[in-house]
């Protein structure tokens, strides 16, 4: 199993999601105590793999259980751990706990229609040179609506997919059959692998763009520096480019963040969706009330869009973004949830791989080298809980690992 530094990547999003803590610290103080918080984790949780990380910041948790800002920090450490390991569940309620969630009932979605998300936003881009689609970093199923677009946009002539998480010109340094680790931090995590591949299977012309600006330099000089790269990379010489724009959380606001400053530079209103205001938490009593309306009074399958008897999209905050996009709760299957399929099969593991050794983590490859993203990864706890890998006819090895990375069994796949 790899080896990834949460911390850093953690310090670079802060900002787009800065909690306040119980004690209603300043941000001056509040980042002081996750520095030194920070530090810590660094010290005991570098060189580890993820099931290691993840046993370290469960301790931790224990101990900063009375520390409200660290507490809070190492929840989302936490979360994203999970996430990166196949843990969905768990991942929602580490970040359940770290940002409880306590609103009213919108009454507006009571007059709302739902509709196919997919077939909806693709039959709207047409209209649009830029589409943006956000996602919560902890939530991988957002970045399959994502996936579903890319072949209705390639269609419609968007040729470029720029992502938030890709690290500074890593679209020239991809190997040609796999995504590799130096690609970013969230493309380790193994469903934006899969995004990245099937774009690039597409033709889509991946772009780098979220690097330049010093971290806590601030919200405008972080997205100036962003529009400017893309400027630089793409609209400067091709004006007309379409282009869709993956991002986390508030970059997709219209207001003041990366959607206003493109909108002010190009000219050109993006087509923005939302998928992290009303969504799936880790039990009912934290889900937006909204949310919870809307699942029990439609019923669906896939992610749909909220629009207006007119046929219009429904935003809660218009001025932000445009399209909310709504998932239904998440259905699982061998303790996977099948949203994360994405056309492949669901084949059982066998915990005798493990070798008794717990937690170990199995991991399907694409081709096997030392720095390749895998296609999937699951983390198996105990013997009791029946879990399955996803497979494609293009998985040549598992490999399982223990909490020390040490390879315990290999299978590979022949190859017809």
């Given at each position: 199993?790899?080896?990834?530094?949460?911390?850093?990547?953690?310090?670079?999003?802060?900002?787009?999601?800065?909690?306040?803590?119980?004690?209603?610290?300043?941000?001056?103080?509040?980042?002081?105590?996750?520095?030194?918080?920070?530090?810590?984790?660094?010290?005991?949780?570098?060189?580890?793999?993820?099931?290691?990380?993840?046993?370290?910041?469960?301790?931790?948790?224990?101990?900063?259980?009375?520390?409200?800002?660290?507490?809070?920090?190492?929840?989302?450490?936490?979360?994203?751990?999970?996430?990166?390991?196949?843990?969905?569940?768990?991942?929602?309620?580490?970040?359940?706990?770290?940002?409880?969630?306590?609103?009213?009932?919108?009454?507006?979605?009571?007059a709302l229609k739902t509709q196919d998300a997919v077939k909806n936003i693709a039959d709207t881009a047409g209209k649009y040179q830029i589409v943006m689609v956000n996602e919560a970093h902890h939530v991988p199923q957002h970045r399959i609506l994502t996936y579903r677009l890319l072949e209705s946009l390639w269609n419609q002539g968007f040729r470029y997919l720029?992502?938030?998480?890709?690290?500074?010109?890593?679209?020239?340094?991809?190997?040609?059959?796999?995504?590799?680790?130096?690609?970013?931090?969230?493309?380790?995590?193994?469903?934006?692998?899969?995004?990245?591949?099937?774009a690039r299977q597409l033709g889509f012309q991946l772009v780098s763009y979220d690097y330049g600006s010093e971290v806590g330099a601030g919200t405008e000089a972080r997205e100036r520096s962003a529009v400017k790269n893309l400027r630089t990379k793409v609209f400067n010489s091709e004006p007309d480019a379409k282009m869709l724009i993956h991002v986390g959380y508030s970059h997709i606001n219209e207001s003041?963040?990366?959607?206003?400053?493109?909108?002010?530079?190009?000219?050109?209103?993006?087509?923005?969706?939302?998928?992290?205001?009303?969504?799936?938490?880790?039990d009912v009593k934290y889900e937006p009330k909204s949310y919870t309306w809307v699942i029990d009074k439609h019923d669906f399958s896939n992610p749909v869009v909220l629009t207006k008897g007119n046929g219009e999209y429904w935003s809660p905050t218009p001025e932000e973004y445009d399209v909310t996009v709504i998932w239904p709760r998440t259905e699982y299957r061998l303790n996977r949830p099948q949203w994360a399929r994405l056309g492949k099969e669901l084949m059982p593991v066998d915990p005798s791989w493990c070798k008794q050794f717990f937690p170990c983590t199995i991991e399907a490859y694409k081709v096997g080298n030392s720095d390749e993203v895998p296609s999937d990864r699951i983390v198996i706890h105990d013997t009791s809980v029946p879990s399955g890998i996803f497979i494609s006819e293009s998985t040549r090895i598992l490999k399982v690992t223990d909490a020390q990375g040490k390879l315990k069994h290999i299978k590979e796949f022949r190859i017809d």
């Open positions: 199993m790899k080896t990834f530094n949460l911390v850093a990547v953690f310090m670079i999003t802060l900002f787009s999601v800065l909690p306040l803590s119980a004690d209603e610290l300043s941000a001056e103080e509040y980042l002081k105590e996750i520095n030194r918080a920070s530090s810590r984790v660094y010290e005991q949780t570098n060189g580890k793999t993820l099931s290691a990380k993840i046993e370290i910041l469960e301790a931790l948790l224990l101990e900063y259980e009375d520390n409200h800002p660290v507490l809070d920090f190492l929840l989302q450490e936490l979360g994203t751990a999970y996430s990166f390991t196949g843990q969905h569940q768990q991942a929602l309620y580490a970040f359940d706990q770290h940002d409880p969630y306590s609103d009213q009932l919108n009454t507006a979605v009571k720029a992502l938030e998480a890709l690290s500074a010109n890593a679209e020239n340094k991809l190997p040609p059959e796999y995504v590799n680790e130096k690609a970013g931090f969230y493309t380790n995590e193994p469903l934006f692998s899969n995004l990245v591949l099937r003041r963040w990366l959607a206003h400053y493109l909108k002010e530079s190009l000219k050109t209103d993006p087509l923005t969706i939302n998928q992290t205001d009303f969504t799936e938490r880790s």
